[in-house]
């Protein structure tokens, strides 16, 4: 009697701390859902959400620079350029990643960037190549998410000039300063693709019902700095490689991220290509004079939608160009590996203040997002992670033992060469164009009304 009263209380009191994990295990369930994200679909998002933003209202400008034909086959060109070279970061990542490891180095509180990468696998002076590319992209690209908010609800309010609506946006992003991390960008991510796909499918309806305007021509391009002025705003399109290395470090298994960024650019694609098709379409060369697309679609509630999605939107990538550079400021402080949110906030702020700055300077985001696809996207997306691959793997020892091998489908090690090598010249034959000084030229002459 007493052995059976002793198993009834043990199967109460088992029963009881499983009703107790579970309800635990409910609440950790649904802010795992919220905030903690690791998995191959939110890196998916990420990359996704990352690469399609403000640009997007640009890219029908782009077109009437250089012409729709040639708009589409760039666009498609750079972004199977742009999937590969993240590829080939990602298995830097994971080379650097897999030397440490067997040095026994922990990463728990420490988050992987690429600077650091290229400082392990190829040393100090790579470190500081990487640095300072990165840094200024992700300033710039900062900047340029702040100027896009006050020149977007300029449509909507009027009443206040747009470097007031840049004072405000500028403290409202300023926010980011208490996200810890790309792994918890989870739920941020998911909303802000399902922003920009309203934003471009609205962009491409929006056009086909309006029609074409009347005297509509399409005479892009005209000029040769025009064109490789669009060009290189394309190229900014497919640049969000600044973040790739903490996306990946963000993830629960980091080698499963090779094809991500080429699966979220294929998907880019959709968006993208018809939405500028269709307004470039019915627009045609006032696009010239109108680098902001939401300036030629009539007033409507569709349309104060879209502008408020991507006013959201614009904040969300914000926090995902300014928390590579919130990281390495903690660095430099020291306060990297603190595990206080509020102290890591308070670290964070200054990275915030000269962003802000610069948004109010400078009241344009059109030829900017043109100006640093020209000078910095072309190193940091395509030449630095092309050479960086071939000096990491120049020996056969190093390509023997490499963590991470080249697909069969590229041609193995052969292959992988081949499409390095053709990377960095198409890259250096385009600054050799000439393209930023044009583009600065074109900045000072050029009145646009955005």
Sequence with gaps: MKQILKMSIKETEEGIMENEVGEKGDDLSMKSFLW???????????????????????????????????GVILQIFYGFMGSWTAYLISVLYVEYRSRKEKQNVNFNNHVIQWFEVLDGLLGPY?????????????????????????????????????????????????????IP?????????????????????????????????????????????????????????????????????????????????????????????????SVYWAFGDQLLTHANAFSLLPNSPWRDAAVILMLIHQFITFGYACTPLYFVWEKVVGMHETNSILIRAVTRLPVVIPIWFLAIIFPFFGPINSAVGALLVTFTVYIIPSLAHILTYRSAYSRQNAAEKPPALVGGWRGAVLLRGRTTDICSAALDNGVFLSQQRQIVGVQMNI
């Design 36 to 70: 903690h994200g690791g998995s191959v679909y939110d890196a998916w998002f990420s990359c996704a959400s990352n690469q399609v933003a403000q640009v997007l209202l640009t890219l029908p400008y782009s077109f009437s620079q250089m012409g729709m034909a040639s």
């Design 126 to 178: 790579w470190k500081a190549i990487g640095l300072t590319f990165n840094c200024t992209f992700l300033l710039f690209g900062s900047v340029i998410q702040l100027i896009a908010c006050a020149s977007n609800i300029y449509y909507i309010n009027d009443k206040l000039d747009k470097r007031t609506w840049t004072y405000i946006f500028g403290a409202c992003c300023a926010t980011t300063v208490f």
């Design 181 to 277: 991390s790309f792994h918890n960008y989870r739920i941020w991510s998911f909303l802000g693709l399902g922003m920009t796909t309203y934003t471009a499918w609205y962009l491409t309806i929006a056009a086909l019902v309006h029609g074409q305007v009347e005297g509509v021509t399409h005479s892009g391009p005209t000029k040769l700095v025009l064109y490789f002025t669009g060009a290189t705003n394309i190229l900014y399109t497919f640049g969000g490689h600044a973040v790739t290395v903490e996306i990946m470090h963000a993830m629960w298994k980091p080698r499963t991220f090779k094809y991500i960024y080429l699966m979220a650019t294929l998907y880019v694609f959709t968006l993208t290509i018809p939405s500028a098709i």
